[in-house]
T-cell receptor, first 114, second 115 residues
């Protein structure tokens, strides 16, 4: 049962344009969402997060949007840069006794062309 | 500030053997989580350790076990290795304080190959 899904395996954008990465989830108990970026031969690097009580969070070029009714979140990168080329994972967490468990999507490979 | 470190970087074992992977948490962090990432998949939660006790476990058999030490470093042990255990094993540390927003920071991982 895939509770977090990233339906686009890959995305290709031009440098300077917007990159939009999407993520859907099925578990309504998720209350905190994160995006990680992963380069080859490295561990995932934390990018940005959002609590379920918000619908938007911004950090520089990165903005995460959460639509709870649609169980959908997206990561916007503006402007995209070649160094953003990596695999992007969305992850979700519930509270309570499962506090520590992150559930990840399958990842989306972003390629930003110069 | 030292980040999360893992050892070894790569490891090759044969089926049926046992393996121990090690993780040092980031300075100031008291919680360690372990994940398995198969090729082309997202990381899957194995278990988490807080104050030297297991604090949550994913859908992994008992042959996956762990330890956390007083300095918050951790070990992941896998017994009776199977071919499907071949994966990248990731360790993540965080600071559990009872509040939302305790982000997990990952190490570079250990690539395990089982032949």
């Amino acid at each position: 049962d895939q509770q977090v899904k990233q339906n686009s395996p890959s995305l290709s954008v031009q440098e300077g344009r917007i990159s939009i990465l999407n993520c859907d989830y099925t578990n309504s108990m998720f209350d905190y969402f994160l995006w990680y970026k992963k380069y080859p031969a490295e561990g995932p690097t934390f990018l940005i997060s959002i609590s379920s009580i918000k619908d938007k969070n911004e950090d520089g070029r990165f903005t995460v949007f959460l639509n709870k009714s649609a169980k959908h979140l997206s990561l916007h990168i503006v402007p995209s840069q070649p160094g953003d080329s990596a695999v992007y994972f969305c992850a979700a967490r519930t509270g309570g006794t499962s506090y520590g468990k992150l559930t990840f999507g399958q990842g989306t490979i972003l390629t930003v062309h110069p | 500030e030292t980040g999360v470190t893992q050892s070894p970087t790569h490891l090759i074992k044969t089926r049926g053997q046992q393996v121990t992977l090690r993780c040092s948490s980031q300075s100031g962090h008291n919680t360690v989580s372990w994940y398995q990432q198969a090729l082309g998949q997202g990381p899957q939660f194995i278990f988490q350790y807080y104050r030297e006790e297991e604090n949550g476990r994913g859908n992994f058999p008992p042959r996956f076990s762990g330890l956390q030490f007083p300095n918050y470093s951790s070990e992941l042990n896998v017994n009776a290795l199977e071919l499907d255990d071949s994966a990248l094993y990731l360790c993540a540390s965080s600071r559990t304080s009872g509040r939302l927003g305790d982000t997990q920071y990952f190490g570079p991982g250990t690539r395990l190959t089982v032949l």
